[in-house]
Every structure is written in C-alpha cells, then in structure tokens.
C-alpha cells in the first residue's frame, strides 16, 4: 500500500525557512497532481501548493505566494515545500497529498500524508 510521508517540520522563529519533504512509500508518485494542505487549530483545512504532474505549472494561495515554493523532480521520489519569510499565522499541521482534478480542492486528492507540525513563534 502506498503511504506519504512528510517531513521537515518544526519550531523556528518569524522570518525563518524551512523545507519540507513529501515521499510516497514503495513508489513515485509521477504521475499524480501533488497538494500541500494545511489546518490550524480551530480551522479548516485550507489549500496551500499544487504542483501538476509535469512540474511544470504550479499554483499558490494567495497568503503564501512569493513565499513557498513546490517543486518536483520526477526522476527522484519527493516533492518539495519551499517555506521562506515564515510568520506566526502560517502555523498548522502541514499534509501533503496526492490525487488529481482540482488542485485547489481537497476532496479531489485520494491520498494523504500523516501531517508535518510547523510552529513559527514571534
């Protein structure tokens, strides 16, 4: 069975970086659409970065982009989450997952990560 895997959160302080990775089990994920979710406490979980099977079109919400940064290389397993300039609020548990259809819905992505906590302090 194919599982995600994330990693690379953490604690860091407002204008720090991070990068996290996301890695299927067993396979590559190539050929699927890959999404990085996240949900704060007492939120929903909300659309973070798409990136197509190709890598070659990415999408952003519009509170991270000029931010975060998706990538992908197909050759090897993980896909990436550049975090730079992080702030308070980008604080969540961090899912990725994999799927296709909407890039921006959750309900299209058939396969998900257990979550990668991110907590940036002021």
């Known amino acids: 069975q194919v599982q995600l895997v994330e990693s690379g959160g953490g604690l860091v302080q407002a204008g720090a970086s991070l990068r996290l990775a996301c890695a299927a089990s067993g396979r590559t994920f190539s050929s699927a659409v890959v999404g990085w979710f996240r949900q704060a406490p007492g939120k929903e979980r909300e659309f973070v970065a798409a990136?197509?099977?190709?890598?070659?079109?990415?999408w952003y919400a519009d509170s991270v982009k000029g931010r975060f940064t998706i990538s992908r290389d197909n050759a090897k397993n993980p896909v990436y989450l550049q975090m730079n300039s992080l702030q308070p609020e980008d604080t969540a548990v961090y899912y990725c997952?994999?799927?296709?259809?909407?890039?921006?819905?959750?309900?299209?992505?058939?396969?998900w990560g257990q979550g990668t906590q991110i907590t940036v302090s002021s």
């Open positions: 997952a994999a799927g296709g259809g909407r890039f921006y819905s959750s309900s299209d992505y058939t396969l």
């Open positions: 990136i197509s099977r190709s890598g070659l079109s990415t």
